[in-house]
C-alpha cells in the first residue's frame, strides 16, 4: 500500500480548562488547566484528537507524493502509521481507504486555502437550536447582553474632535434614499398571506437572475448580475424553501439564473417543510414562517478556480452573499415586502435536505422575503417609524 497525509492539516493544542479540588485545597486557583492536541482536517466530519507522536508523524510525511508503506513501518514501526490512517488523517491508496481517499480528493480539488477551509468546515452547524438556547440562557435581548458582557465598544469612532471635523453639506433624498430609509429587517411575516407570482418573478431575476452571459471561451462563460461578484464568477447559487407564492406548490427548488426558471427538488424527508425551515435558521421563530426563504450557496470551487490556496478567496466568496442580500432586502422593500438574512443556520442539514456535497458547496446564510404582518410582535429596528408609523415596542 501507498500512503500519504490528507491534502489539508491544522493542528491546534487546545487548552481543556477544568475544575482542580486538590489544587483549590492547596492554594492554587481550583483549575486544572491541559492541552488536548486536534487534528483539524475538513474532509473528515469531526475533529480528531491525536497524541504527540501521531503529529510528529504527520509532520513528518508530504500531501502531495506518496509513500511506501512498508519502507515506512520498517522505519518508524507500524503502529502510529496504522492509527493514522483508522483517523482518516493518513490516506490509503487501497480499496479499504478509498471513501476517505475520495473525500480528500474533492477537497484537494476545489482549491482551498488551508485556514479558509477549516474555518468554513468547522463553523458548520447541525441541529443546533441557537434561537432557543439564547432565550432560555437570558442572553438575547440587549439589556441582558449589556447586565453579562458590560457595555459593548462605542457605537461611532471619533479620530478627532469633533471641532476638527469637515461638515458636509446636506442633500435632497432621491427614490433610493427613500427606499432605503423603509429597509428594517422584517421579523413578523404575515402567517396566511401569499407573495404574488409576479413579484417573486421579478425579485428572482432581479437579485438572482443573468442580465447576460458571455463566452469568454466555449467553455468559460461569465454572468452579469445585479450585484457585484469577486472575479466576475458569481459562486452563488439561490436554493429555495418555499411556503408560500401564489401558483407555485410549496417546497424546495433551485432557481436557474439564465433561464429564469425554478427546478424543483425532491421534499424534505420528513414531508414538513415547516420543520425544516425551522432548523434551517437554528429555531429563530420569527423566520419560520416566511413566505420564502432563500439558501444562498458558493459553490466555492468556481471562485477558488481563479483564487488557488488564495487567502482572499473565501473572504471574496463570504462578500458576495453579503451583495446579494442586501440587493434582495432593498429590492423587497420596493415592492413593500419585509425581508431578512442570519447566519445562524445549520448548514449541514441544509445541505442534507437540498442534496449539496459540501466538499464542493456550502450555505452561507439564509435570507427571505414576505408579506409583513399587521403587527410588530417580535423586535425590529425601525427607529424614524417608517414601516411601523405607531411605533415598536421597546427594546428589551
Ligand atoms: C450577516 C448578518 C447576519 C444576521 N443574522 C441575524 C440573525 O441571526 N437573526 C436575526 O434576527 N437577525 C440577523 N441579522 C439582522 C440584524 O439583526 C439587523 O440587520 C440589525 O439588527 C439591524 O437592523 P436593520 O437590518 O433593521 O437595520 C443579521 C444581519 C446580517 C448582516
Redesign the pocket.
Known amino acids: 500500500m501507498k500512503l500519504r497525509r490528507c491534502a489539508i492539516l491544522l493542528i491546534e493544542p487546545r487548552e481543556k480548562l477544568s475544575f482542580d479540588l486538590d489544587s483549590l485545597l492547596n492554594g492554587g486557583d481550583g483549575l486544572d488547566a491541559r492541552i488536548e492536541l486536534l487534528a483539524l482536517a475538513p474532509h473528515l466530519d469531526a475533529e480528531m484528537l491525536v497524541s504527540a507522536a501521531e503529529v510528529a508523524m504527520l509532520n513528518s510525511l508530504t500531501a502531495a507524493p506518496w509513500h511506501d508503506f512498508e519502507a515506512l513501518s520498517a522505519r518508524h514501526g507500524s503502529e502510529l502509521l496504522r492509527s493514522l490512517l483508522a483517523k482518516g488523517l493518513l490516506i490509503g491508496d487501497d480499496d479499504a481507504h478509498a471513501a476517505v481517499r475520495e473525500r480528500d480528493e474533492r477537497l484537494r480539488a476545489a482549491n482551498w486555502h488551508t485556514h479558509s477551509a477549516v474555518s468554513h468546515y468547522f463553523g458548520r452547524w447541525r441541529g443546533i437550536t441557537s434561537g432557543e438556547d439564547a432565550i432560555n440562557a437570558g442572553l438575547c435581548t440587549m439589556s441582558e447582553l449589556f447586565e453579562r458582557l458590560g457595555p459593548p465598544p462605542p457605537h461611532v469612532l471619533d479620530r478627532v474632535p469633533a471641532a476638527e471635523r469637515i461638515a458636509l453639506p446636506a442633500s435632497e433624498a432621491t427614490p433610493l434614499d427613500e427606499i432605503l430609509a423603509r429597509r ?2 422584517c ?1 413578523n411575516y404575515d402567517p396566511a398571506a401569499l407573495v404574488d407570482k409576479s413579484t417573486f418573478s421579478h425579485l428572482m431575476r432581479r437579485i438572482f437572475g443573468a442580465q447576460a452571459a458571455y463566452e469568454i471561451h466555449a467553455d468559460n462563460v461569465v454572468i452579469k448580475r445585479t450585484s457585484p461578484s469577486g472575479g466576475g464568477l458569481h459562486p452563488t447559487e439561490a436554493y429555495l424553501l418555499i411556503q408560500r407564492v401564489e401558483g407555485i406548490a410549496p417546497g424546495l427548488y433551485h432557481y436557474h439564473p439564465i433561464d429564469h426558471a425554478l427546478e424543483p427538488l425532491p421534499a424534505p424527508a420528513a414531508g414538513d417543510l415547516k420543520a425544516l425551515a425551522r432548523i434551517m435558521v437554528a429555531a ?1 421563530k420569527y423566520y419560520i414562517d416566511v413566505p420564502v426563504m432563500i439558501v444562498l450557496v458558493s459553490r466555492f470551487p468556481r471562485t477558488f478556480w481563479k483564487y488557488r490556496n488564495h487567502t482572499k478567496a473565501y473572504r471574496a466568496t463570504i462578500l458576495d452573499a453579503g451583495h446579494l442580500s442586501q440587493t434582495l432586502y432593498i429590492s423587497a422593500t420596493e415592492f413593500g415586502l419585509g425581508a ?5 443556520i445549520n448548514e449541514a442539514d441544509i445541505e442534507q435536505a437540498f442534496g449539496l456535497d459540501p466538499l464542493r458547496e456550502s450555505p452561507l ?1 439564509v435570507c427571505g422575503f414576505g408579506v409583513r404582518g399587521a403587527e410588530c410582535e417580535t423586535f ?2 425601525d427607529p424614524n417609524r417608517k414601516v411601523w408609523p405607531d411605533g415598536v415596542p421597546a427594546p428589551a
Open positions: 428594517a429587517t421579523r429563530q431578512f438574512i442570519t447566519a445562524a446564510a425590529e429596528f
